[in-house]
C-alpha cells in the first residue's frame, strides 16, 4: 500500500470541485501523518474518542469530519474542532450540537443523512423527514449550527442499476432543497455520497464530497 501513490490516483480521477474526505478509521497516526505530508487535509472518522485521540496528536490544520453515526452524549468531546458532521439523523442531535458549539463560541457545519438504501441496517432520515426539519420554525434558533447539505449511503451492492438510481435520487432531491430552503443557518452546497467502490458513479450522480477509506488506506480488519 503506497498511501501517497493511492491518493495521487484518485485525484486524478475525480474533477477538482469535489472534496475527497480521506476515511481513516481504524488506521494508525503514521498512516494519517503519510497522508498529511502527500498533501490531504480533511480526514473522517467514525468514533469521537478515535477521532480526539488523532487530533491531539496531528497537525491543527487538518479538518476533521465525523462520518459515523452520532451518540449525542458524546458530541461534546469534540465540539472545539471537529469541522463537519455528515451523520445527523435526529433534530434532537442538532440541538446537542448546537448547544456544544455555542459554548466553544462557534458555528459546527452539519449534513443532514438521508436514508437512501434498500437495506433495513443503515441509518438516515426519508426525504419527508428532512423536509420537515428544513422547514421547523425551530431550526432557525439553532444559531449555532449550519446544515450545509445531505449525506448517503448506497446499498452494499455491485448492481449499478440500483447503486444509480439511490444516487440519483438523493442528487434530485438535493437539488430542488437547494433553492426552496435557504436561511441563516441553512445553506445547502454539499452533498456528500461515495465511497472506495462507487464513488465515480456518485460523482456522475452530483456528488460533491466522497468518503473514500480503503482506496487510500488499504483494507480495514474491522469497522
Ligand atoms: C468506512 C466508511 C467509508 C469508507 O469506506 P471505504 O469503502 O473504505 O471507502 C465511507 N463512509 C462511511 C460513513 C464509512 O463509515
Same mark, same amino acid.
Given at each position: 500500500?503506497?498511501? *501517497?501513490?493511492?491518493? @495521487? ?12 474526505? #480521506?476515511?481513516?478509521? =481504524? +488506521? ?70 448546537? *448547544?456544544?458549539?455555542? @459554548? ?12 437512501? #438504501?434498500?437495506?433495513? =441496517? +443503515? ?101
Amino acid at each position: 500500500m503506497n498511501i *501517497k501513490e493511492n491518493l @495521487k490516483n484518485i485525484h486524478n480521477n475525480i474533477p477538482e470541485n469535489v472534496t475527497l474526505v #480521506a476515511v481513516s478509521k =481504524t +488506521k494508525p497516526v503514521a498512516d494519517l501523518q503519510e497522508a498529511y505530508n502527500a498533501g490531504q487535509r480533511v480526514f473522517g472518522e467514525n468514533k469521537i474518542q478515535e477521532m480526539v485521540e488523532k487530533f491531539e496528536v496531528l497537525p491543527k490544520d487538518i479538518k476533521w469530519h465525523m462520518i459515523g453515526h452520532l451518540q449525542s452524549n458524546k458530541v461534546k468531546y469534540m465540539a472545539n474542532f471537529v469541522d463537519l458532521i455528515h451523520g445527523v439523523d435526529k433534530f434532537s442531535t442538532l440541538k446537542e450540537i448546537n *448547544k456544544q458549539a455555542q @459554548k466553544h463560541d462557534r458555528i459546527i457545519n452539519c449534513l443532514l443523512q438521508a436514508k437512501i #438504501a434498500k437495506e433495513d =441496517t +443503515k441509518f438516515g432520515l426519508s426525504f419527508e423527514d428532512i423536509e420537515e426539519i428544513l422547514n421547523s420554525s425551530e431550526l432557525k434558533d439553532l444559531e449555532n449550527i449550519k446544515i450545509v447539505g445531505f449525506m448517503g449511503m448506497a446499498t452494499f451492492t455491485d448492481n449499478q442499476e440500483q447503486l444509480n438510481e439511490e444516487f440519483s435520487a438523493l442528487n434530485t432531491f438535493f437539488e430542488v432543497q437547494k433553492l426552496k430552503t435557504v436561511s441563516k443557518n441553512c445553506q445547502l452546497n454539499t452533498l456528500s455520497m461515495g465511497m472506495s467502490g462507487d464513488y465515480q458513479l456518485a460523482i456522475e450522480n452530483g456528488s460533491t464530497m466522497i468518503r473514500v477509506g480503503s482506496s487510500i488506506f488499504g483494507s480495514r480488519n474491522y469497522n
